[in-house]
């Protein structure tokens, strides 16, 4: 086993950590994730000190909060023209103190991922994420990975940047796999289970999801995410970015990762060792858990989240997974096999067409339809081409333009 890489993700290499509470900044601070990480900040303000925090531009007023209560030094917005709107919340904030340094643009986040701190927290939405993420592995930082899409689209620059043990990742289900794995070393490990919820329509069969709406799609029955998240929890594509990211992170071929439909969401993953020995880490569904995995490993944060009362009865129910019904991890495996811009092309295709079905302009089932042809227009690339921004860039812009004229042309058939 000497012979192959290092995991981005090794629970067995650990970063000393400096003296005192540890300098955090959080990217999409205002998202799901970043307001949980500050909730755990301001909690343990011995452990850790936020000084710098970004988001995309929609929430001014809860962004300037968020500097006051933290007292960061710095605060970035991706949306130039909210500039004006964030400095003005900013100064009803502060008053007569001095407001903390705006940045703004495209590359604003990305300044903030390389300043000067312990932990970069990417919890940023989309692959917008990845020049955030490579920034952050350029500076030395510890970088605790929420944002999976920029793992996906550009998995080989990520890779090349990247220490052994330098990416801390905290999707829930991989947080879990990351403190399994420490059980034991790489060769004793057979393979990684990652468990799904299976959504709202778990159960269905494809006929079933023909007439599914919007609403339908949004009530999922575990967590509480983004739009397009939970979307991409009912097509399963979210299950899908994570066989992909478990293999990029943990060096394991894709024919031993496994999913796993768990209804409860209490099993977030489990890995089988080669002894027959099956590790798996359970807590009640609750991000804040994986969250003080990323920003304070290898120590544990007290009570960072609720653990299980074992004085009540419950039951634990394992399914296998619908390929039929939901074969987003098929395709997923198969654009991920394939490497080089194929997983940005699915991503991005993905993306556009569930915008298009949140907009009412795209039936449920034409998500992974769409997906599909897009995927398979875009063929397999050239063996040995390496991978630069610039080609994710491109493949990105291509599948989002061929995935909208397609949804369109999908939308009009679904019509007639």
């Known amino acids: 086993m000497s012979d192959r890489p290092a995991p981005l993700a090794d629970p067995h290499v650990v970063f000393d950590p400096a003296a005192g509470p540890r300098d955090i900044v959080i990217l999409g601070s205002t998202g799901s994730i970043g307001t949980q990480a500050i909730d755990l ?51 009803a904030q502060y008053g ?11 590359d604003a986040a990305s300044e903030l991922a390389a300043s000067a701190c312990h932990t970069v927290l990417n919890g940023i939405t989309g692959s917008i994420g990845l020049a955030p993420t490579l920034a952050a592995l350029r500076a030395g930082r510890t970088l605790a990975l929420a944002n999976k899409e920029s793992l996906i689209v550009g998995g080989p620059l990520v890779k090349a940047l990247a220490r052994p043990g330098q990416i801390i990742p ?6 879990a796999l990351f403190q399994a794995l420490a059980a034991g070393t790489r060769a004793d490990v057979r393979k990684l289970v990652v468990t799904a919820s299976g959504g709202p329509f778990r159960g269905r069969t ?8 919007v609403k339908d799609a949004l009530a999922h029955p575990t967590w509480a995410m983004g739009p397009v998240i939970t979307v991409n ?28 439909v768990h209804p409860q969401s209490y099993v977030h993953s489990m890995v089988e060792f080669t002894d027959g020995s099956t590790l798996a880490q ?20 007290p009570d960072a989240a609720p653990a299980f009362d074992w004085t009540k009865a419950s039951t634990w129910e394992f399914f296998p997974l619908d390929t039929e019904a939901f074969p987003a991890v098929g395709l997923a495996r198969h654009v991920g096999t394939l490497g080089g811009t194929a997983p940005a092309v699915f991503n991005a295709a993905n993306e556009e067409c569930v915008e298009a079905f949140l ?6 089932t034409a998500i992974m339809d769409t997906v599909s042809a ?22 990105e812009a291509w599948a989002r333009a061929r995935a909208r004229e397609m949804a369109a042309r999908a939308a009009v058939e679904a019509r007639a």
């Open 359 to 364: 907009a009412g302009r795209l039936p449920f």
């Open 206 to 213: 494809r006929a079933e999801l023909a007439g599914v709406t």
């Open 96 to 106: 007569t103190e001095p407001a903390p340094e705006v940045l703004a643009g495209p």
């Open 233 to 260: 929890s009912a097509t399963l594509v979210n299950k899908g970015l994570e066989v992909i990211e478990a293999h990029l992170l943990y060096d394991i071929p894709f024919d031993r990762i496994e999913v796993v």
């Open 170 to 175: 905290v999707d829930s289900e991989h947080a």
């Open 41 to 91: 900040a301001l909690r343990n303000p011995d452990r850790f000190r936020v000084t710098a925090l970004s988001a995309a531009g929609g929430r001014v007023g809860l962004l300037a909060e968020q500097a006051r209560l933290l007292r960061v030094e710095k605060v970035a917005i991706a949306r130039e023209d909210a500039a004006p709107a964030l400095k003005e919340a900013l100064s």
């Open 282 to 301: 359970a807590t009640p569904p609750d991000m804040r858990g994986p969250i003080a995995i990323g920003l304070g490993w290898p120590q544990r944060i």
């Open 374 to 395: 897009v995927v398979d227009e875009h063929g397999t690339p050239e063996p040995g081409t390496s991978l630069t921004v610039q080609d994710v860039l491109e493949a």
